[in-house]
């Protein structure tokens, strides 16, 4: 197909990213999140997709899944039935959700809300001075979902190498 889009290159990648194999937390949400933003360009760029069901179907399924690996604590383990959340795979799970329901598909309301109290309690676990890109990661995930820690953020920006201090 031809087109003057700066970003069809990028269509390209949609089908081997949709059909992801293993189906962790993080192949879920990856395989799922693209589905959230091509409806009307998948029948275009890859009309095979579609033979696996409507996108809506899919969308559905991906939220599923990702249910299936939600622990009792309100994390995502990394596989469904684990029973250890994994801290960047319940942030990239819950933003993953955020989208979806943003996007108008539909998403539990108590078990996103069990997911965003568990990236909420585990945040406070950390000192500002161990910063790390899923601590990072996690604080914008919990401001997306209306509860972030502007304070906190602002402290552990702070203790990146080479911001002054006083800055």
């Not at 996007?103 to 108590?110: D, K, L, R």
């Amino acid at each position: 197909w031809v087109t003057r889009n700066p970003y069809a290159e990028a269509m390209s990648h949609l089908s081997s990213v949709v059909r992801y194999p293993y189906g962790c937390v993080e192949q879920t949400s990856s395989s799922t999140r693209p589905l959230l933003y091509v409806r009307s360009l998948l029948e275009t760029v890859d009309p095979s997709l579609l033979q696996r069901g409507s996108i809506d179907e899919m969308v559905a399924a991906g939220v599923d899944r990702l249910m299936s690996m939600q622990t009792p604590s309100g994390g995502f383990a990394y596989w469904p039935g684990g029973h250890h959340p994994s801290e960047w795979g319940t942030a990239y799970a819950v933003h993953l959700l955020l989208d979806a329901r943003e996007a108008g598909f539909e998403v539990p309301a108590q078990p996103l809300a069990d997911a965003v109290e568990w990236l909420h309690e585990e945040l406070g676990d950390h000192e500002a001075s161990s910063v790390s890109g899923t601590l990072a990661y996690q604080h914008y995930v919990l401001a997306k979902a209306g509860r972030g820690l502007p304070a906190e953020a602002a402290a552990m920006l702070g203790e990146l190498p080479g911001r002054r201090k006083d800055a």
